[in-house]
């Protein structure tokens, strides 16, 4: 539980949480995350960000050991962000440290008051454009509202070319590794793209503008430090910036991804029907049980998807618990850019197509006319599922 030293005198002074199972609804199943906080030594030593209360000792570990024991070497405390995946140690930090200063923005001022109740604490409140000198090092702040919370900012170091980004540019990735130059490619472009997917997505446009706005600055950048996962440096600073921009547009691709449940395996059935109807035109599916897959899986397959197909036979006049929960969280990460349809099976009265479309319409998918089907599908209605797959193909094709 050492210290890493990521450049001079810039340390991660963060925790891996190998257990995380579970962030508000979003899997972190396979691989746990990290709380990554940031000491920077220098006439005022500032510690940027804390780390859950639950990695508190791993934190407080390697915090102590890169000051030879002593917490209250560090002068000040910077708060990028009040989300307790990252406050969640402050109280404690603030009682043993007995910082000079703590900086955050003017929401996160309001979020630190609500959060913590505490009216003696050292705060000054910084917005876009206000510096901090640390000696040899400066701090320049940029507000980054609503990516993801309205308190969010960024700590730029124009000396160390650094930018603590706070939960922009996260993945959840617990590794050994601190850098994404030491990680495999493919896991960590899925990772960028899950956490994306599941957590800054409706927050796409504000993004869009915030990426404009850090390039309009000409900031010297050559490492960028969030505070989850792995660290870009060098020729990965352009690949988090290049990836963030392209997760943002949403554009649609020739990929489909067909979600359902099912009780008897007819809604089943007429999944794979779609798909074949999908495939033959060219489309990459992929079909996505709901009780195999969380739904954040699904999310983060929809990200780069154009066509979203959901199936539900009807049941108590509705439809499947697992496929209205996955159509809350998917509507409220509010895709952009998708067409789509809606199936199912159904016994005696036969809603769910109605229901499904309804919902996939609020989320502004462009629907294709779905297919119901009384009890178990026979050869005409396997192949109306599968014109179905080909006309949802050629409405994606027309937006490719
Ligand atoms: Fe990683 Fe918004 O907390």
Request: charged fraction near 20%.
């Given at each position: 539980?050492?210290?890493?030293?990521?450049?001079?005198?810039?340390?991660?002074?963060?925790?891996?949480?190998?257990?995380?199972?579970?962030?508000?609804?979003?899997?972190?199943?396979?691989?746990?995350?990290?709380y990554?906080?940031?000491?920077l030594?220098?006439?005022?030593?500032?510690l940027?960000?804390?780390?859950?209360?639950?990695?508190?000792?791993?934190?407080?570990?390697?915090?102590?050991?890169?000051?030879?024991?002593?917490?209250?070497?560090?002068?000040?405390?910077?708060?990028?962000?009040?989300?307790?995946?990252?406050?969640?140690?402050?109280?404690?930090?603030?009682?043993?440290?007995?910082?000079?200063?703590?900086?955050t923005?003017?929401?996160?001022?309001?979020?630190?008051?609500?959060?913590?109740?505490?009216?003696?604490?050292?705060?000054?409140?910084?917005?876009?454009?206000?510096?901090?000198?640390?000696?040899?090092?400066t701090?320049?702040?940029?507000?980054?509202?609503?990516?993801?919370?309205?308190?969010?900012?960024?700590?730029?170091?124009?000396?160390k070319?650094?930018?603590?980004?706070?939960?922009?540019?996260?993945?959840?990735?617990?590794?050994?590794?601190?850098?994404?130059?030491?990680?495999?490619?493919?896991?960590?472009?899925?990772?960028?793209?899950?956490?994306y997917?599941?957590?800054?997505?409706?927050?796409?446009?504000?993004?869009?503008?915030?990426?404009?706005?850090?390039?309009?600055?000409?900031?010297?950048?050559?490492?960028?430090?969030?505070?989850?996962?792995?660290?870009?440096?060098?020729?990965d600073?352009?690949?988090?910036?290049n990836?963030?921009?392209?997760?943002?547009?949403?554009?649609?691709?020739?990929?489909?991804?067909?979600?359902?449940?099912?009780?008897?395996?007819?809604?089943?059935?007429?999944?794979?029907?779609?798909?074949q109807?999908?495939?033959?035109?060219?489309?990459?599916?992929?079909?996505?049980?709901?009780?195999?897959?969380?739904?954040?899986?699904?999310?983060?397959?929809?990200?780069?998807?154009?066509?979203?197909?959901?199936?539900?036979?009807?049941?108590?006049?509705?439809?499947?618990?697992?496929?209205?929960?996955?159509?809350?969280?998917?509507?409220?990460?509010?895709?952009?850019?998708?067409?789509?349809?809606?199936?199912?099976?159904?016994?005696?009265?036969?809603?769910?197509?109605?229901?499904i479309?309804?919902?996939?319409?609020?989320?502004?998918?462009?629907?294709?006319?779905?297919?119901?089907?009384?009890?178990?599908?026979?050869?005409?209605?396997?192949?109306?599922?599968?014109?179905?797959?080909?006309?949802?193909?050629?409405?994606?094709?027309?937006?490719?």
């Amino acid at each position: 539980m050492k210290p890493v030293a990521i450049k001079d005198n810039v340390f991660w002074v963060g925790a891996v949480d190998w257990n995380s199972r579970d962030f508000h609804g979003y899997s972190l199943s396979p691989m746990g995350t990290t709380y990554n906080a940031y000491l920077l030594k220098d006439t005022k030593t500032t510690l940027f960000d804390t780390v859950k209360h639950t990695s508190k000792p791993e934190f407080l570990c390697r915090l102590s050991q890169a000051l030879d024991g002593d917490l209250t070497k560090i002068d000040y405390i910077v708060v990028n962000h009040l989300e307790p995946d990252h406050a969640g140690c402050l109280p404690e930090l603030v009682e043993r440290a007995k910082p000079e200063k703590i900086f955050t923005s003017p929401m996160g001022k309001r979020a630190m008051d609500a959060h913590f109740h505490q009216t003696d604490w050292p705060v000054e409140v910084v917005k876009t454009g206000d510096s901090i000198s640390l000696g040899e090092n400066t701090v320049r702040f940029i507000e980054t509202r609503m990516l993801h919370w309205p308190d969010s900012m960024v700590s730029y170091i124009p000396e160390k070319k650094l930018a603590i980004c706070n939960d922009i540019f996260g993945q959840n990735i617990a590794s050994s590794a601190r850098f994404a130059d030491e990680a495999n490619r493919a896991v960590l472009e899925h990772a960028m793209r899950e956490y994306y997917a599941n957590i800054v997505n409706p927050y796409s446009a504000v993004t869009l503008k915030t990426l404009d706005a850090l390039a309009g600055m000409n900031l010297d950048i050559d490492m960028i430090a969030p505070d989850h996962g792995l660290i870009f440096r060098g020729d990965d600073v352009a690949y988090a910036m290049n990836s963030y921009r392209a997760f943002a547009e949403q554009k649609p691709t020739a990929k489909a991804v067909i979600a359902y449940d099912t009780m008897w395996h007819s809604t089943e059935k007429m999944a794979e029907a779609i798909g074949q109807g999908l495939e033959d035109a060219g489309i990459d599916v992929q079909i996505m049980w709901t009780k195999a897959n969380h739904h954040s899986r699904i999310q983060t397959e929809l990200h780069n998807a154009g066509a979203l197909i959901v199936g539900s036979p009807t049941h108590n006049n509705g439809i499947l618990p697992g496929v209205a929960a996955l159509l809350t969280y998917v509507k409220g990460l509010r895709p952009l850019n998708k067409v789509g349809a809606a199936f199912g099976s159904f016994g005696w009265s036969g809603e769910s197509v109605k229901c499904i479309s309804e919902h996939l319409e609020s989320m502004g998918v462009e629907l294709v006319e779905g297919v119901k089907c009384k009890h178990v599908p026979d050869h005409e209605a396997l192949g109306q599922c599968y014109d179905l797959g080909q006309a949802v193909a050629a409405a994606l094709k027309a937006k490719l």
